[in-house]
């Protein structure tokens, strides 16, 4: 997975684009953060406002991809 990312990223460059699916994915992921960290997940072990703001949720989310 690295070595895909690490080619389809120009030298230098700052960002990276997404095809419409890895964008999907990642939406939905964010989403799952945001109610696991911020919502609660009892069946995890995880109370509400493990993370306080969703905001931060979403920027663990993009941290864990």
Not at 15 to 29: D, G, K
Not at 35 to 60: C, K, M, S, T
């Amino acid at each position: 997975m690295r070595d895909d990312l690490d080619k389809s990223v120009e030298q230098g460059a700052e960002t990276v684009q997404y095809f419409a699916a890895e964008v999907y994915a990642h939406q939905q992921v964010r989403t799952v953060y945001v109610q696991r960290y911020h919502d609660g997940a009892l069946d995890r072990d995880v109370p509400a406002n493990f993370i306080d703001f969703e905001e931060e949720a979403r920027q663990f989310a993009d941290f864990a991809l």
